[in-house]
T-cell receptor, first 113, second 117 residues
């Protein structure tokens, strides 16, 4: 089974802090994705990566950056956290072969105070 | 980006009832996926559809890839309390834009299902 692991289930940070969310997958997937999930808005794509050191902006990249130094790890960075970034963050991965389903981690519930 | 319209937004049903939800897009899709998210967890893939007209079952769940390629349906028969959760549709457009060629999926906003015992 594919395993996508997010480093924290719950995280509380303060406004202005630099926040790192980590995601690791164990199935050698090329593609990795970061979403945020808010009530009534569904899943919104922040950034994705199709290869090491490659990244593409999603629909809501403002205020975020990402890093993919190794194939199995994809990090989401909040450069200066703000209260409107309080949300559930979900990481996903998929193979880059045809159309492949994405496999999700359990999410990180981030609160910015 | 692509917009997927998923309905209904929420459903409140009695145990044993059947459930239907659907998803429509403004453009043709070549893949439709259905996910379920339990409270406090990430979405889990239920069914994947790759061909127009395809009808696929997974236990009490049945999903169909619409003939027009612009819609998909999910049915749950004889619902039970553990069916509670959020159901998401997702898909990839047929005429893939640059983002889509990189494995990107587009998601509906979800259907919140509540089942009363």
């Amino acid at each position: 089974d594919v395993k996508v692991t997010q480093s924290s289930r719950y995280l509380v940070k303060r406004t202005g802090e630099k926040v790192f969310l980590e995601c690791v997958q164990d199935m050698d997937h090329e593609n990795m994705f970061w979403y945020r999930q808010d009530p009534g808005l569904g899943l919104r794509l922040i950034y994705f990566s199709y290869d090491v050191k490659m990244k593409e902006k999603g629909d809501i990249p403002e205020g975020y950056s990402v890093s993919r130094e190794k194939k199995e790890r994809f990090s989401l960075i909040l450069e200066s956290a703000s209260t409107n970034q309080t949300s559930m963050y979900l990481c996903a991965s998929s193979l880059n072969s045809g159309v492949q389903p994405q496999h999700f981690g359990d999410g990180t519930r981030l609160s910015i105070l | 980006g692509q917009q997927l319209n998923q309905s209904p937004q929420s459903m409140f049903i009695q145990e044993g009832e059947d459930v239907s939800m659907n998803c429509t897009s403004s453009s043709i899709f070549n893949t439709w996926l259905w996910y379920k998210q339990d409270p406090g967890e990430g979405p889990v893939l239920l069914i994947a559809l790759y061909k127009a007209g395809e009808l696929t079952s997974n236990g009490r769940l049945t999903a169909q890839f619409g003939i027009t390629r612009k819609d998909s349906f999910l049915n749950i028969s004889a619902s039970i309390p553990s069916d509670v959760g959020i159901y998401f549709c997702a898909g990839q457009p047929y005429k893939a834009d640059r983002g889509s060629t990189l494995g990107r999926l587009y998601f509906g906003r979800g259907t919140q299902l509540t089942v009363w015992p």
